[in-house]
């Protein structure tokens, strides 16, 4: 059994909320380079010149990549042979997304009922997602997430006869609708199986795994590089001003599922696709 | 082509412009998004007067992120116009004559677009602190309750976006689209 102080939580969650908002990673700012060498369309070739030369800004001018800077989804990997001290779990975790949007500038986008939508003023709550596991550590992923791509999400409950075919289909609907409002280039989280929450969670998680990380399922693979493909094809381009860039990476992530169905969510994220990990 | 345009605009230069044009635009504009559009509408149902003067200018649908000390403005790129695509066609009737954001628009859009001579520019999203370069003042006029969503008014020098949709009713989204379109 280590016992640790739920203080060490919400400091760790506040630097990850801020360090998110300022800086992709590594995989994600190679993947819009290598967009901005390979792009077909001259004004797409400007655009994602635009952004790389907005990502260096970021880093200099301590000013968020992009003024969404989301609501804050945490995924909480607890070991089961953690024991906490010094309050609640839960309260840290939301004190930590206060502290990081608060003192890091961040702007505050949350509001506390969806239909009468007066603004928290500080980002909370946050979506929180645990989870046990073996071991005594505690793996923290913070991925702010931005709503101009997240309202073109979708999850499509499929017949199992519908079948890979079927989830082609799905996936390239949700892409084509959401068009130049996702904020292309696009990074697209795709969840296979599980029931009507569990594929969302899937395509969501799916997100975080880095853009140059294939499946290891072969025909996940696959599949995952045919939609990039074809995606790539639709002519939606940087912006959805048109251009061979509308896609930076597919990730697929699949579950079993009930003999009945075969549901599918697609997660799609702008190529502002944030998260930070820590493992205390 | 490369324009420099100074806002408000002045006369019919709105329609002057072209779907696809790169522009620069300098001048003042006013930020607005959802829940301003919303406080918009009602002050309009009860003949109230609006925040700011909409003849000729241009709303820029946008909410920052807040300045730090010393700098004018935050992070600052455009969002999804469809959310105001609901609002949008009273003020061009109105007379306001332009609209920066990102996304699609409706055909109830176009067809004020066309109707009023005015533009819809799409600025680059999620490239906002490049674009608060080109912002050079920042001053909350109206529902400061809102926080982000307060009405801005912003001094803008050489602040880049390309016009999507003209007066003419062409519209860069669906062109350049079928123009890389492989299939």
Not at chain 1, 62 to 89: K, N, R, W, Y
Not at chain 2, 61 to 86: L, N
């Amino acid at each position: 059994m280590r016992t640790l102080n739920v203080a060490e939580i919400t400091n760790a969650i506040k630097e990850m909320c801020i360090e998110a908002n300022h800086s992709l990673s590594g995989d994600m700012e190679r993947a819009i380079k290598t967009a901005a060498d390979r792009e077909e369309s001259p004004l797409g070739r400007q655009i994602l010149g635009q952004l790389c030369e907005n990502m260096r800004i970021a880093g200099e001018d301590m000013i968020p990549i992009c003024q969404d800077t989301g609501m804050a989804v945490v995924f909480m990997e607890v070991g089961q042979d953690v024991h906490f001290e010094g309050g609640s779990l839960e309260d840290a975790v939301h004190e930590g997304v206060r502290q990081g949007y608060t003192d890091g500038f961040l702007r505050k986008s949350v509001v506390r009922d969806p239909i009468y939508r007066e603004n928290t003023n500080d980002n909370t709550p946050a979506v929180v997602h645990y989870s046990i596991v073996t071991g005594d550590k505690v793996k923290i992923t913070v991925a702010p997430k931005g709503f101009g791509s997240e309202n073109m999400s979708r999850v499509f409950m499929l017949k199992p006869a519908d079948g890979i075919e079927g989830v082609k289909k799905a996936v390239l609907t949700a892409v084509k609708d959401a068009g130049p409002n996702a904020c292309p280039p696009m990074v697209v989280g795709v969840g296979i199986g599980g029931t009507f929450e569990k594929c969302a969670l899937l395509a969501k998680k799916a997100l975080i795994r880095p853009v140059d990380k294939r499946s290891e399922t072969e025909y996940v693979r696959e599949l995952e590089a045919e939609l990039l493909e074809k995606i790539n094809r639709s002519g939606i381009g940087p912006g959805g001003l048109g251009g061979s860039t509308t896609a930076l990476a597919v990730n697929i992530e699949t579950y079993p599922t009930h003999i009945a169905g075969l549901p599918v969510a697609v997660n799609i994220c702008c190529h502002v696709n944030r998260h930070g990990v820590r493992i205390l | 082509m490369d324009k420099y345009i100074r806002v408000p605009f002045d006369g019919s230069e709105a329609e002057s412009l072209s779907a696809g044009n790169y522009v620069y635009l300098s001048g003042i504009i006013y930020t607005a998004r959802d829940a301003a559009h919303k406080r918009m509408a009602e002050a309009l149902e009860k003949g109230e007067k609006l925040p700011f003067p909409v003849k000729d200018n241009v709303i820029y649908y946008m909410g920052p992120s807040p300045a730090r000390p010393g700098r004018p403005i935050g992070s600052a790129g455009p969002t999804t116009a469809s959310r105001m695509d609901k609002y949008a066609p009273a003020l061009l009737d109105l007379g306001l004559k332009g609209m920066i954001g990102k996304g699609k628009r409706t055909k109830e859009v176009k067809e004020a677009v066309v109707r009023n001579g005015a533009v819809y520019f799409a600025a680059v999203g999620g490239a906002g602190a490049l674009l608060s370069r080109s912002i050079v003042s920042s001053e909350v006029i109206a529902y400061e309750d809102l926080g982000t969503e307060a009405v801005r008014r912003l001094e803008v020098k050489d602040f880049p976006a390309i016009v999507v949709m003209d007066a003419r009713g062409n519209d860069l989204y669906e062109t350049a689209v079928c123009k890389y379109r492989k299939e």
